[in-house]
């Protein structure tokens, strides 16, 4: 139902004018006209896994397909730090923040609103922040630990904005990777709460390790459809990749179809990967065998949609196909 871009991957470090490893899972939309992508840059040494630090970098297209790289990345950990001690004033320290990654973008109402995760001193958070030029960010929530993986709805339902988001637990279960995708509903972005799960591994026939969020929902006739990651974990089997220790998940794409009313009851699933990691650049890098939809993007007039992804934790690609077609393919639970 997708086919692969032929340019693919359509993002590299090469692309970058500024120290650049490994460059994925970057959030897509269209923004006034123009395509923007804020994609995660680990930058370091090339086949090496211990990087030197991670930012994000600001892309931006008139046509999807090829993109400029602005001369310096727009938000690493210090900036992060800036954001955050004028949300919380006196709260955190020089070394709250460790971390900031995987960003996903949704425009709701107009507003350019940033997703992503935070590592810092008490675990991993998810950050809410909201831009009107990619180059500044205004910080307007940090979730409690241990959340990532958080995407927004592309509007209010009910009045209220609703987020998909992905908790880690580290107690109560013997694989604190298990959980189930999570839905939070909030009035203005800051307070969270209303929380109840959607989805979980054992609704994914094709994962046993976890599942999550991937790109935000879009809006059909059908549903809200949502692009999952879902990982099967195999020790029997070494996959290519720079990790000392070995690298064992495999990342597929998955496909679900969410109610528009009530996006807390999935009404349709896809009981197949929509995406199964094959092409080279999908298979070696970083960390191989690993699809992650992280932008997805719907033509109403034409019923294309595009997903981007990251691919091996290294690229970014493109692969498209007809929202009929994917709308048909989730099958009622």
């Known amino acids: 139902m997708l086919t692969r871009h032929p340019g693919n991957p359509i993002l590299s470090h090469t692309d970058c004018p500024f120290p650049a490893t490994t460059v994925f899972n970057a959030g897509v939309a269209r923004v006034a006209g123009r395509y923007v992508m804020l994609f995660r840059n680990d930058h370091g040494r090339w086949g090496d896994a211990c990087f030197d630090g991670t930012n994000l970098g600001l892309a931006t297209s008139a046509d999807g397909l090829r993109w400029t790289v602005h001369p310096r990345p727009v938000l690493d950990e210090e900036s992060a ?25 949704t425009v709701v109402d107009g507003r350019a609103l940033l997703c992503f995760a935070a590592d810092t001193a008490h675990g991993i958070c998810g950050v809410i922040a909201e831009t009107e030029d990619f180059e500044t960010y205004r910080f307007l929530s940090l979730s409690a630990p241990d959340n990532r993986n958080m995407v927004l709805f592309p509007e209010r339902i009910g009045g209220e904005y609703v987020r998909l988001e992905r908790p880690l637990p580290v107690y109560m279960r013997a694989d604190p990777e298990a959980f189930p995708i999570w839905m939070s509903r909030s009035r203005d972005l800051g307070y969270w709460g209303r929380q109840q799960p959607v989805l979980g591994v054992d609704d994914i026939p094709y994962a046993n390790s976890k599942i999550g969020p991937a790109a935000p929902p879009v809006r059909t006739r059908a549903g809200w459809l949502t692009p999952i990651h879902a990982v099967l974990k195999d020790e029997t089997r070494r996959l290519h990749g720079w990790e000392a220790r070995g690298w064992f998940k495999t990342y597929y794409a998955g496909l679900a179809l969410l109610d528009l009313e009530d996006p807390s009851r999935v009404v349709g699933l896809m009981r197949t990967p929509l995406l199964t990691p094959k092409a080279d650049y999908e298979i070696e890098g970083f960390r191989g065998s690993v699809i992650f939809p992280c932008g997805m993007i719907h033509d109403a007039d034409t019923g294309e949609v595009r997903l981007y992804y990251g691919a091996a934790d290294t690229a970014i690609a493109l692969a498209s196909g007809h929202v009929d077609d994917l709308i048909a393919a989730c099958r009622p639970l």
């Open 81 to 105: 730090r800036a954001g955050l001690r004028h949300l919380y004033p006196a709260r955190f320290g020089p070394g709250f923040i460790r971390r900031l990654y995987d960003p996903r973008i």
